[in-house]
């Protein structure tokens, strides 16, 4: 059994930043690519960005410029650095992996964005 344990959310301020982290209980290297996601309310959960097992990086165009998807195979931990927060970022935030056919979730993370 897998488990993804996200850390780092919380309320910040337009134009603030915050660092997300996603640790994983097995070595990411069996991982062919992990990234994270978010839901809004009332929102479909929707991609944010996406890190391989060789490293080639996605990031969807709401983020681009902005955030920075980052992993530290020794700590079996995966980064998403968020810069320049805007309320739309607003959402909980959920760590993925996934293995083949297999796929696994964290329990997600919230993060408010507001004056």
């Known amino acids: 059994q897998v488990q993804l344990v996200e850390s780092g959310g919380g309320l910040v301020q337009p134009g603030g930043s915050l660092r997300l982290s996603c640790a994983a209980s097995?070595?990411?290297?069996?991982?062919?690519?992990m990234g994270w996601f978010r839901q809004a309310p009332e929102k479909a959960r929707e991609l944010v960005a996406t890190?391989?097992?060789?490293?080639?990086?996605n990031y969807a165009d709401s983020v681009k410029g902005r955030f920075t998807i980052s992993k530290d195979n020794a700590k079996n931990t995966v980064y998403l650095q968020m810069n320049s927060l805007e309320p739309e970022d607003t959402a909980v935030y959920y760590c993925?992996?996934?293995?083949?056919?297999?796929?696994?979730w964290g329990q997600g993370t919230q993060v408010t964005v507001s004056s």
């Open positions: 993925h992996a996934r293995r083949g056919p297999l796929s696994y």
């Open positions: 890190i391989s097992s060789s490293d080639m990086l």
């Open positions: 097995r070595s990411i290297f069996s991982f062919n690519v």
